[in-house]
C-alpha cells in the first residue's frame, strides 16, 4: 500500500490526532468506504477556504484515491486544542465554501450510528435509544424541537477535536465527515461537544447568539448527540453526565 503512494521506504508514524500514520509529507488513513473517501479527496482537494489550511489529497501512482482500503493526503502540522471559538469560525468559514457542494449520493445509503442519529435527531427516523445513556434525555427534550427553516447544505459534522492548531497559523482540517445540514447546525455541534466534553465556558453560547435560529440550532445539535450517545456500543455514564451538562446549559439559554 505505501508503495502505491510512493512512501514504501518510509516507517510509517501514528500521528496523534486521528487514525493516521505519517510517512514523510504524506499521512495515511483507513478509507473503509472507497466511495466516501473518494468522495472527500476530490472535494478537499478542490476546497480553498481563507485562513484555513486543508490537507490535500495525493493520488496513487495509478491514478486512484483509494488503494487497498487506505488513502493519502498532504501532513497537516497541529494538534487538538481547547480554542472552540475559533473552531467555530473555522468552520462557518468552511461552510461558506462547501455551500454550493452537491449532496453526495453515499449519504442516501448510510446505515452507521452517525447517519441513524441524524435522522433520529432530525424526526425523519426512529431507532431504539438507550434509556440511561441519553434516549431518556432525548424523549424528554424532543418537545421542544421545531423544524429549522435555515437551508441545508453539505457540512462536516464532527470537527471537535478534529480541527488541528499550530501556534499561530491557520487552523488546519484533515478530513470531511459530511452530513446534509445547515451551518448553523454543524457549529452548534461544535458547542456541544466543547460544552459536554471540552470543559468551554458557558458564554460559548452567548458569543454566537448572533447565528440565525441558534436555541434551535443547539437543540438539534444536541438531539444529535444524545441520539449518537445512546445508540453508541462504546458509550458510558460518565460521556452521558457531559451531555447532561451541556444539555442543562443550553435550556438554560
Request: glycine share 10%; charged share 20%; aromatic share 8%.
Given at each position: 500500500?505505501?508503495?502505491?503512494?510512493?512512501?514504501?521506504?518510509?516507517?510509517?508514524?501514528?500521528?496523534?490526532?486521528?487514525?493516521?500514520?505519517?510517512?514523510?509529507?504524506?499521512?495515511?488513513?483507513p478509507?473503509?468506504?472507497?466511495?466516501?473517501?473518494?468522495?472527500?479527496?476530490?472535494?478537499?482537494?478542490?476546497?480553498?477556504?481563507?485562513?484555513?489550511?486543508?490537507?490535500?489529497?495525493?493520488?496513487?501512482?495509478?491514478?486512484?484515491?483509494?488503494?487497498?482500503?487506505?488513502?493519502?493526503?498532504?501532513?497537516?502540522?497541529?494538534?487538538?486544542?481547547?480554542?472552540?471559538?475559533?473552531?467555530?469560525?473555522?468552520?462557518?468559514?468552511?461552510?461558506?465554501a462547501?455551500?454550493?457542494?452537491?449532496?453526495?449520493?453515499?449519504?442516501?445509503?448510510?446505515?452507521?450510528?452517525?447517519?441513524?442519529?441524524?435522522?433520529?435527531?432530525?424526526?425523519?427516523?426512529?431507532a431504539?435509544?438507550?434509556?440511561?445513556?441519553?434516549?431518556?434525555?432525548?424523549?424528554?427534550?424532543?418537545?421542544?424541537?421545531?423544524?429549522?427553516?435555515?437551508?441545508?447544505?453539505?457540512?462536516?459534522?464532527?470537527?471537535?477535536?478534529?480541527?488541528?492548531?499550530?501556534?499561530?497559523?491557520?487552523?488546519?482540517?484533515v478530513?470531511?465527515?459530511?452530513?446534509?445540514?445547515?451551518?448553523e447546525?454543524?457549529?452548534?455541534?461544535?458547542?456541544?461537544?466543547?460544552?459536554?466534553?471540552?470543559?468551554?465556558?458557558?458564554?460559548?453560547?452567548?458569543?454566537?447568539?448572533?447565528?440565525?435560529?441558534?436555541?434551535?440550532?443547539?437543540?438539534?445539535?444536541?438531539?444529535?448527540?444524545?441520539?449518537?450517545?445512546?445508540?453508541?456500543?462504546?458509550?458510558?455514564?460518565?460521556?452521558?453526565?457531559?451531555?447532561?451538562?451541556?444539555?442543562?446549559?443550553?435550556?438554560?439559554?
Amino acid at each position: 500500500m505505501r508503495a502505491a503512494f510512493g512512501v514504501k521506504e518510509i516507517e510509517p508514524e501514528l500521528v496523534e490526532v486521528g487514525t493516521q500514520w505519517r510517512c514523510g509529507d504524506l499521512a495515511l488513513r483507513p478509507a473503509p468506504n472507497p466511495a466516501e473517501s473518494s468522495w472527500v479527496a476530490q472535494t478537499l482537494g478542490d476546497l480553498h477556504v481563507a485562513d484555513l489550511r486543508v490537507a490535500r489529497p495525493a493520488r496513487a501512482s495509478d491514478g486512484r484515491w483509494v488503494v487497498g482500503g487506505w488513502a493519502a493526503f498532504r501532513f497537516v502540522e497541529g494538534r487538538p486544542e481547547p480554542r472552540y471559538d475559533e473552531m467555530v469560525s473555522a468552520s462557518l468559514r468552511l461552510h461558506h465554501a462547501t455551500g454550493g457542494l452537491a449532496v453526495p449520493r453515499f449519504l442516501t445509503s448510510r446505515d452507521d450510528v452517525f447517519a441513524v442519529a441524524d435522522r433520529v435527531a432530525a424526526g425523519v427516523d426512529e431507532a431504539p435509544l438507550n434509556p440511561a445513556l441519553g434516549g431518556r434525555l432525548f424523549d424528554v427534550l424532543t418537545g421542544s424541537r421545531k423544524p429549522l427553516s435555515l437551508r441545508p447544505q453539505v457540512v462536516h459534522g464532527d470537527l471537535f477535536g478534529n480541527v488541528l492548531f499550530a501556534g499561530a497559523s491557520s487552523p488546519g482540517i484533515v478530513d470531511f465527515t459530511a452530513f446534509h445540514r445547515p451551518a448553523e447546525w454543524a457549529a452548534a455541534v461544535i458547542v456541544v461537544d466543547a460544552l459536554a466534553w471540552g470543559g468551554a465556558d458557558p458564554g460559548i453560547l452567548r458569543r454566537w447568539g448572533h447565528l440565525p435560529e441558534w436555541p434551535q440550532a443547539l437543540l438539534h445539535a444536541l438531539l444529535f448527540r444524545l441520539a449518537v450517545h445512546a445508540l453508541h456500543p462504546h458509550s458510558d455514564e460518565r460521556s452521558m453526565r457531559g451531555l447532561e451538562r451541556a444539555a442543562h446549559q443550553i435550556t438554560e439559554l
